[in-house]
């Protein structure tokens, strides 16, 4: 019976006091991502099919092998969305962009992948990315992973590492594809049977592959730099050069691919501490999308972080969210007192502090080690002598003074005296 109320594997329910952490997160990350003049735009979850396949690159293992895809009752093919960026694609040729006209959004939310579960490797996931669109501009790249630094500075990431690499353009795919294919093609017995089949498909991806053989082979693999055309390669010597001058560290990467086949030029991941085997933070690169019914392709920059993994990284460097409990706890010592309890409560709450008020009448005993379990920072007593006196005593659990204040002046009092157990 007890997996009927579990989730399913590679999804979870996120409890207090992990949710105030995402919030945060996700606060810090609208306030930064303001900052470089984005918008925040939310698309649906679900797309056609072709919106991904299109977009992402029917070869990739994204496509072939995790899409949540359904038929709905119409017949159409749907898809639940495995990363953003498709989407965004997709909502800004609808909405239509100029010849010249720039877009910075920026999203968050659920994204859906049929991996295999494991530590940081969910189904459902979260993101957060952002898209800035419509040029084509080294100084774009480098201001985006600009951000993305900085952010993860304020979300407290200490240590995280940038790699970087390019994956030129289309002009200089051929003269890469024959390059890789002749590096591999003697190394074809020795790798796993999708990179065998790559070999033909997709060399591209023999790159990306994480068989332990094959990751040895591509070590050895020409760097992609090497192989790219002048126009390429100045395009990527002066991200690097905007990232110096912004004093941006990173660190090149000669074989970084990204998952992804819609990136183009710029690639870059950021990889954090105490993650284990999925050690990617964030990634991101440019990137040119063609979109069903759309004639040109749509270019542009972004990246997508993981909330999940930016939580563990986060406690792996100690950062533990504490649970908040309440700033104040009102005691009802008789069966009368629990509805004076009750408004008491409802009023202390106008001045924005958290507060629970005792709901059955139990022992004193029980509702004092209740307010310290919550760790209540204040607990106001009504019993039988206050409401026949028209006062409450008030109890400061730090030190543990009591004093007995009128009704009619506890919750200023109380107010002067608590700060509210913000949301941190
Ligand atoms: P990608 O869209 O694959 O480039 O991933 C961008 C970021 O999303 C990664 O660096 C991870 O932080 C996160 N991510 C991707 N896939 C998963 C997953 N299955 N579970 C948890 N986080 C993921």
């Known amino acids: 019976m007890s997996n009927m109320v579990e989730p399913l594997p590679g999804t979870g329910d996120i409890w207090a006091p992990d949710v105030e952490e995402w919030v945060r997160l996700e606060n810090a990350a609208r306030a930064c991502f303001s900052k470089y003049g984005y918008d925040e735009l939310r698309t649906p979850v679900f797309e056609r099919t072709d919106v991904f396949v299109r977009g992402i690159g029917d070869q990739t293992e994204v496509v072939q092998k995790e899409m949540y895809t359904f038929e709905d009752r119409g017949g159409r093919s749907l898809t639940l969305r495995p990363e953003g960026t498709a989407g965004v694609m997709r909502a800004i040729a609808n909405a239509g962009l100029a010849p010249g006209e720039e877009k910075r959004v920026f999203y968050g939310g659920p994204m859906f992948r049929g991996e295999r579960p494991a530590a940081g490797r969910r189904r459902q996931f979260h993101q957060l990315g952002v898209e800035a669109v419509g040029t084509c501009n080294p100084r774009v790249d480098a201001e985006c992973i600009a951000m993305l630094m900085d952010y993860l500075k304020t979300a407290g990431i200490e240590n995280a590492k940038l790699m970087l690499n390019s994956r030129g353009q289309a002009e200089d795919r051929v003269a890469v594809n024959d390059a890789m294919r002749d590096y591999f093609k003697p190394h074809a017995d020795a790798m796993c049977e999708d990179c065998q089949r790559r070999l033909t498909t997709n060399v591209w991806r023999i790159l990306d592959c994480k068989n332990p053989a094959c990751q040895n082979i591509v070590a050895g693999a020409p760097p992609i730099v090497d192989l790219l055309g002048e126009e390429s390669r100045s395009f990527f010597e002066e991200t690097c050069r905007c990232l110096d001058v912004l004093g941006i560290p990173y660190e090149r990467d000669p074989r970084l691919v990204r998952g992804l086949d ?80 009750m408004v008491l409560a409802q009023e202390l709450r106008d001045t924005e502090l958290r507060v629970l008020a005792a709901q059955e009448k139990r022992s004193m005993k029980a509702q004092m080690r209740a307010a310290n379990k919550l760790g209540a920072k204040t607990v106001l007593i009504l019993g039988e002598r206050e409401l026949a006196e028209g006062t409450v005593m008030v109890k400061d659990m730090a030190c543990s003074e009591q004093s007995t204040v009128p009704r009619d002046e506890v919750v200023a009092q109380v107010k002067v005296h608590s700060t509210p157990n913000a949301t941190r």
């Open 262 to 341: 819609y990136y183009a030029h710029t690639v870059f991941e950021v990889v954090g501490e105490g993650l284990g085997a999925q050690n990617a933070l964030a990634g991101g690169g440019r990137y040119r999308i063609e979109l069903p019914g759309v004639k040109k392709p749509v270019e542009g920059v972004g990246f997508a972080l993981g909330m999940e993994r930016l939580l563990m990284a986060l406690k792996a460097q100690g950062r533990e969210p504490a649970p908040r409990g309440v700033d104040v706890f009102v005691v009802a010592q008789t069966e009368e007192a629990l509805l004076p309890a």
